[in-house]
């Protein structure tokens, strides 16, 4: 049975646990290949491109909203 979504007031997103995001890769001393950084450039492109293909908007795209397991 779904409920009513009148009834809800929040929303929750769980995620797994991430090692770091991406500011914190960012501000570290680790160096980043040219492959790294096309990779996430691509991963970050298609996770976009994915949430406006659903017609929805992030309000908050920031360099710690992207979550890495390296």
């Not at 009148?6 to 960012?26: A, P, Q």
Request: proline share 1%; glycine share 2%.
């Amino acid at each position: 049975m779904i409920p009513e979504t009148k009834n809800f007031n929040s929303i929750y997103v769980v995620y797994d646990l991430m090692e770091s995001d991406l500011g914190d890769i960012i501000k570290s001393e680790q160096k980043l290949d040219d492959s790294h950084i096309k990779y996430l450039m691509h991963q970050i492109l298609r996770a976009v491109k994915h949430i406006h293909d659903c017609n929805i908007i992030h309000r908050d795209l920031v360099s710690s909203s992207f979550l890495l397991n390296f």
